[in-house]
């Protein structure tokens, strides 16, 4: 396989990659901000339902409403919609660096762009957000 061949296979596995980034990170914003929705409009319904329904039902519904806002905050720390979104957009911007040099540079240098590539992706990688964390004790420092 020639350079040439090998660069427009490179090209093309990044266009199809950063593609796929900046499809999960408009998922994850599209997310977190259907997240806050629900939250306020949980709040709000959780405290005017019963304030302005009568009957037994109402009130259950507004406590169920009441509810979401808890809820969302949960999910908003455990699955860190808005960090992951920032992750994906990180990825696409160092992608897309790549892809540019791949684009521009001569066919001797691919290599080089290949390892910049590989590591490029080792430490974005290493910067992955699990799921959240709940709060901890702060920890002590020992005194010198």
Do not use: C
Request: no cysteine.
């Amino acid at each position: 396989m020639t350079n040439e061949v090998l660069r427009e296979k490179y090209l093309s596995k990044i266009a199809v990659d950063i593609a796929e980034a900046k499809s999960k990170a408009k998922l994850n914003y599209r997310i977190a901000y259907a997240v806050y929705i629900i939250a306020f409009f949980g709040s709000l319904v959780g405290t005017l339902l019963p304030l302005l329904a009568s009957g037994d039902t109402a009130r259950k519904m507004g406590a169920v409403a009441a509810l979401l806002p808890a809820l969302a905050l949960t999910a908003m720390t455990s699955f860190r919609f808005n960090r992951k979104s920032e992750w994906h957009y990180k990825r696409v911007a160092s992608l897309q660096e790549i892809e540019r040099q791949i684009d521009i540079k001569p066919v001797e240098q691919l290599e080089a762009l290949i390892d910049w590539w590989n590591k490029a992706e080792r430490d974005l990688n290493s910067r992955w957000l699990g799921f959240g964390e709940l709060p901890g004790a702060p920890k002590e420092t020992k005194k010198p």
